[in-house]
């Protein structure tokens, strides 16, 4: 990760997008996530070397600290994780999740028995660490298109269960949702309109059938097939692996149209051609790599030791 | 990914580890993770583009197509998102979990209507891709150290609810496991250590209390902590975050101890110095990255369209 | 329920939309639904009357009757509950959901253990007679407005646990969904407005917020509310619990505007005066009372004498 | 729904039945079906509308009212959902379960985050209004039925999921319960006795099989068929679709028996013929629609605006 | 195990009571309860050694052999072990519930993979060795009291999760079941006495309070307890810890009474007193060993080699 | 079971194994555990005694007394089983899970509703009863070795969905773990040699397959395959089913051996003969009997009536 588009010190910490947008997470799915990965982690026999070598009253203190920069997102997450083990432990978040971190930033506070804390570490991390991992991602996006109109978006290619999750986490970054699921919004891609063989007929249905909230984006990779798209009355078009050149006739030609259409580019994004690709003038650019490819970021848990 | 490391035609594909060892992902877990991944992506309104642009007998052949070298890894995953959405579709097998194949071959071929086919791919692809992507980078570091002794091991920094099934992609990619939990082996860490402030009183209490069938390892990233472990009679070391020189003193000590002990070493390994590491002569690398950030493998559901 | 509505031989019943459509029941759903179902009717004893009275090899042919008109919906949720509960129960549909049906019409046909026809006898018809009564009332609402333009629409007042299946026997009945839920699109009702006391900050909130393909609908109960909603830029409008002049006046507004908008009208609505409200031009009319208040429909179960 | 029967001022609403008889609703069912209704509506992405408009820290006040006169049930539900969504709601219960109430009154009052009040409005609604339906349908046959000796009983024909809840919604309004599923009692129907074909040896198999403490109670349609019965000795009677005077020989001819034996009248029971019925001097009236067809009372929340 | 009570020839097996009883264990229980045993052997990482040491081709055939006389229960339960493991495992089953047989005697046959039936070994015998050794215990004192009419009767007192399961076994060694549950009759026990302070009233609210199929019982173990009991019209006595003087005198006050009523023996009951009991003359006898302590009947599964 | 070991005064209560072992019993599975045994107890109806008898405001005092000697295993979940039927309800254990205590001794002080303390009473008790059972036959046999070196162990041979609380119980007794499952380590049985017919070949997969940490054990009845495995290299043997005398052949074979090696004893151990075994030098001896057929302590629930 670039060190440069996360540094600075701790006391400049921002966030990157509100705490409002941020709290969208249910908070049932928190704790069942939570939850199972405390059973998978401690099967039936628990944590067999905290139990061997603590006693179930040594008291510890302890951090969770970033040991790269990063953007912050799953902090309710790893509390969650200490305190479903041990409701007694205390925890004491000092940013919030879409915090943009420098190395060394202490992110969580920690007090209790040894055994709660030392029990829980693994779950914790692996949540935060994953999910600051998708934010720090979007974040390294979402800034190589500052000052340009386009949006960071996700999609649907997440890691199995944890999509609510992850999409969460791309909000802490700084970036946008696409659709949750295939439930609440119709994309007509590639192999609708290869296996149907007709796109006008393809949009027809669509619209005959989706219900009045549902929207409807049409996949096209070819202007052939934009303009049919912008014929039949969509709500917005995935323009999938145009070059540039391409990109921009397709924006000019959906500018063109009479209503208003959400246009959004996707394929084959990377940091180095992001920001050529919004200076296209679309207004999403949607990248799988943000939620299946996204690395974890570096989090340890630092034992502090009282030296009053 | 290099693609001298994974090229080769797809009749020269050749399978990492033999079925035998990865037959060993317990079913009942493929089922479940499948059920709710299907779930999370269906929703209450399922997947309301196929229902509207295809009729409930429209019939569709697909193929699953590597659009990158790589390690298989997930195969009845995929195969059990199609038929638990719509038990009559039939899927084709063509290559084994753990083959390396290059880009461009088909994995699998499906039939059946283009309803379910559409409706499962991305709960399909969203697992074969990323346990492909951890067997895939296994396969990487596997083939940085072939012909020295060393294997190549994970760690329990995995994805919440995904770590059997990211465990044997490691299988499938060459590698061997670490402890699944906390609950199958002892392994007394740096945190550990500093909690109870003795490393030779941890031992001793684990060796007291963990179970004839439990082995011990301790953490070190010191020589002197090393000579305390190895008097203390443990059964194996884990050596972290030790420089290549004290690593190979490391390794000399612990060949001199009276009883066989295995010597793994973790902390810092990369593709660049996994090799040097390895010609220490320890027995195993840990590597946290091949399950908390191991790429997602690039695949495809291609639509077969039948011109006969 | 008006017989002139349903009435008809059993020849002419007729499907009020296409199978297509229906098929979008999520099938992991129905499993799920009718296993809570039996679990609830079974206990942990059983069926103790049927295992008092036969043997385990006592045969039996029964048939699902409707007692009165209607729409059916729910055929597959009335077979599943036979065959999980005993999967050599052989049955035989005869109708569609969706048909509309005369009483007498034999639905479904079935053969096996009488222990298993008597067994999930009552969880199959509350299935069924629940979905075919929202079928029902749903289609006496649809023949209300017969010839005019406007669609009848469920709501998200819905029986708890069971709004999935709802709102297919709403699509059965001919009837159109709205939202799923709270995560499938915005809807700004009044007492969103009231607590944060300006439409025009709401509106801007939600666009500013709401994901590209999330649509955006505001409930309205007055005509300057409406002026205010539509120079916001939305998707839709619910004009709630206007009078019929009031709602002419309000669709001209809507119509007036330079985007497409869609018109909703909910609040109060019956079959007295659904008509009347569809005739001021109304694109849907969201009625609550199809999934909260439709009665059962009088369905049994018939033992076949064979008299051979 | 009756004004007259539902009527008067909020002080004079009386509890139907005492809340000790109310309080066995099992607990652990309240969790679960609200838990179970709250992801229903939520899905994975929450309230899209509360989050976009409100901030986090937006605070609300809101009242449940009763838009019309009703027999409240289920109050519990509806405290646990806003409580299970924000365990920092304040909720405060005006009545209790089993209250008659007329149209304006303020069941509850609710405190907390604007975002959790009408996040989990819908949900609590849901369950009141259902619940409250049942208790509703259910009072006002008990009122039917006044000074008569007959008890108003509900059936198996209940919305899957919701037994328990149902009949506790039954209880509230005043009636009683029956079974609650195949498990606790033996109910010989018309169907078990056209299968095995002779009721004598039903009710013998039936005795000779049930538990000491299972009661059997039997199902006819015919006088001979009593008189069969009777002559077997079983605890119940229910005595189904039988005329007024059939009826009236029947409760003659079970009140001649040696042993008490119950009487339960059921079949094509409504609020115009039931007191008829109760007349007869039969112990019981079962009504299936109690729980199959209550319509839901209309209950709304509506947004207090403080004008100190 | 008194071989005297068990033994016999394979070919003189019987079965204690006919299939059709025991048939009554709910389908979704067994598998459920399957289900939940092999993920707790099996855990993460599956059946460790089977795994290294056969490969996924090897067949086999096996065994399940009981080591010592019993009575049979379970097979069902040990059957859906291997199936559920792998559903291409063939089961043949050589006796029935219910059957008693000598030491020595095939209860059923296996043939499929090595890995399956070794990894779903344990599984199968826990459970068809728990389950045989409550029927086991049930039939020992049901052969103590042969030729009386008490039948000897089972209790709540249960192993956690196991009721159904137990219920079933009794049933299966000949005895009868009491309550399921709290949930399915009224037993007014010694506490809810001393709690209420007032015996008549107990049973007073109880008769006003539970439904017209719920019958009533009441424990007492003083005479003149009885007597205010008999007074109160009451289904079933349950007299509790009596000697055999009181108990005969106590079965006398109850005969003499007007309605039949259940008399049902409790407390200290042993194989060695439990004829003495019966010789009183009471109904039933109930005994919470036979799920509480029952030892576990000795099965083997052997291995069979093939010598062809 | 024998009094004398057992017996002493409550003030000579001693901790059989101290409380830090003990805690090791995952809080998620004393949750899960207790709340399926609840929700079996209760069913939807719910504890139809104690709702028809109380008041929901009666309030009630009393102890879990144990009746007979024995080591206390379980009050955690008797605990919760009150607590979560009612959250109001107050514990207060007097002793410790592993002490020792006469009988008469008062284990647990509970104070709250009536209809709360007779509503969870059994859930408890039978939970509390099962766990004693095992901690208490442990005990005996830890007591019939002790001044020998020889540890007493469980086996798999549990009740399906209680092995973590019984293994737990069984160190509460004094005793060892062996496996949790098949997936912590490796234990080649009689069936998989006689399966792969060749223990060499056996063992040496095993050692290629197996991880790092997991150890391997091997199943020996004869001399001669001891030798083979001792050869091989393993880390325990267990010695199945041998005299006396062949036992201690067997440990000098196996203290013979270059590196320490794990000596199990096991088959037909029983309290009469584990003494003549632990003298032969074993380090284990496992006795399946502990978890398969541990008769349940005899506890109560008195009412404690206040005289003040």
Redesign the interface.
Known sequence: MGANTMNGSPTEASTARG???L???????VQQ?V??????????????????????T?Q?K?EIVARAPCVVAGLALASAAFR???SSVETVQHVEDGARVPAGTVLMTLQGK??SL??A???A???L??LS?VATLTARFVDAVAGLPAQI?CT?????????LQ?YAVRAGGG?????????????????I???GNLTR?IA??K????????I?VEVDRLDQLSVALESGI??VLLDNMDIKTLRQAVAMVRAAA??I?C?ASGGITLDNVKAVAQTGV??ISV??LT??A??VDLG???V?DHR
């Open positions: 705490g409002d947008v709290a969208a997470l249910p908070q049932h799915l996530k939850a199972e990965a405390l059973a998978e982690d401690l099967g039936l026999a628990g944590d067999l070397t905290s139990q061997a070598i603590f006693s179930t040594d510890m302890a479903q083990y041990d040894a055994r030392l029990g570490e693994r779950v991390l692996n949540f660490g994953q991992g978006c649907r290619k997440t890691v199995p269960g944890l999509r609510a999409k946008v949702n696409h659709r949750f699921g295939l439930f609440d919004a119709v994309l007509i891609k590639d192999n609708h290869a296996a149907v393809a249905q669509a005959a059938q989706a219900g009045h909230l549902v929207k984006e709500d917005a209503a208003p959400i959004e207004d999403l799988g790599a299946h490819s690395p974890c848990l630092d034992c030791i």
